[in-house]
């Protein structure tokens, strides 16, 4: 099996959590006016059919595009960063969002919300 783009190690998630924790972690938590969430999970199950739905509804899509967003509709998690994502095309070279088409959001936050890596 290849190995995909991207792919890094333990040490190289903490090193990127640290990174966030030192540089945005206190404007986050001051914005959110609590400790702010820290992580989105998705099962495996839920990825693989939100994967198969947007290949069906765009047989051309070639990826997904993850967005931090802020959820402001529910009141227990008003404020708090989320991470959503959308199916991408490509169009004339470059890798763009498919315009119209379904995403997915709510997934379930870390335990704490504020936890960090490794949970």
Known sequence: MPTPKGMITAAQAQNLNDNWTNLRS???????????NRSSWYSF???????????????????????????????????LTTIFMVPTVEKDGITRDIPGARGMDRGAEGDPPESGYPQ
Do not use: C, M
């Open 45 to 79: 199950d839920d990825l693989q059919d939100f994967l198969n739905i947007i290949k069906g509804d765009n047989p051309d899509v070639n990826g997904v595009r993850f967005y931090l967003g802020t959820e402001t509709s529910l009141i227990d998690k008003k404020g």
């Open 26 to 36: 206190r404007a986050n938590d001051s914005a959110a006016g609590k400790p702010d």
